[in-house]
């Protein structure tokens, strides 16, 4: 089985430049989570969606990030335009309904975003 | 304010030796209770839990850990480590007031040494 899908592994862009990350989940996850890790830390929720629905998205800088996920599957995380303390890991992470358990996440192996 | 607190930056060990990794936390009620793994370049992947019930939980890799209410903490055992636990552990609270939400812990980097 397929794990969760990241791409492009690795990105490097001027401040000011866009730049968006895709993700695909496990087969059947119907919750999907965006994560940004920056170094030396735990990973912190941007947005999770359940199906179509974004159900948190508190923590996301909607001023420049955006997200969706059109057809409940795979997902972008868009930024515009990118600054330099945006340079991070973002993680995608999928689960089974999470509506009624702590269900585990599965991780994808992330983007590493360089601003330069 | 919800947190969780992994003491320890870094940790080297020898191999075969035992291994401790701290976790703290701080909440209102019990949470659910998470360890993950991170090697280099790959994603996070889940070494055990604990939702309620027996408080030493058994978890894949070898690793145990034990939640102690009184405490508030959440360590993680290994009897021996191998050289490929070299990695990154995260310790992670589910908050049960934000359904879903995990909120982790800085990481502790574990450093194998033959």
């Known amino acids: 089985e397929a794990g969760v899908v990241q791409s492009p592994r690795y990105k490097i862009i001027e401040k000011k430049q866009p730049v968006a990350f895709w993700c695909n989940p496990i087969?059947?996850?119907?919750?999907l989570y965006w994560y940004l890790q920056n170094l030396g830390q735990g990973p912190e929720l941007l947005i999770r969606?359940?199906?179509?629905?974004?159900?948190?998205d508190s923590q996301l800088p909607k001023d420049r990030f955006s997200a969706e996920r059109l057809k409940g599957v795979d997902s972008t995380l868009k930024i515009q335009p990118a600054e330099l303390g945006d340079s991070a890991v973002y993680l995608c992470?999928?689960?089974?309904?999470?509506?009624?358990?702590?269900?585990?996440?599965?991780f994808g192996p992330g983007t590493r975003l360089t601003v330069l | 304010a919800q947190s969780v607190t992994q003491p320890d930056i870094h940790i080297t060990v020898s191999e075969g030796a035992s291994l401790e990794l701290r976790c703290n936390y701080s909440?209102?009620?019990?949470?659910?209770l998470f360890w993950y793994v991170q090697s280099p370049g790959q994603g996070l992947q889940l070494l055990l839990k604990?939702?309620?019930?027996?408080?030493l939980v058994q978890g894949i890799k070898g690793f145990e850990a034990e939640f102690k209410r009184s405490q508030s903490s959440f360590n993680l055992r290994k009897p021996s480590v191998h050289w490929s636990d070299a990695a990154e552990y995260f310790c992670?609270?589910?908050?049960?007031?934000?359904?879903?939400?995990?909120?982790f812990g800085a990481g502790t980097q574990v450093v194998v040494t033959p």
């Open positions: 992470a999928s689960s089974s309904l999470a509506g009624a358990s702590y269900n585990e996440q599965f």
């Open positions: 087969s059947g996850h119907n919750t």
């Open positions: 969606y359940e199906n179509e629905e974004a159900v948190d």
């Open positions: 909440y209102g009620a019990t949470p659910y």
């Open positions: 604990y939702f309620s019930g027996d408080t």
């Open positions: 992670a609270v589910g908050l049960t007031d934000s359904w879903g939400k995990l909120q």
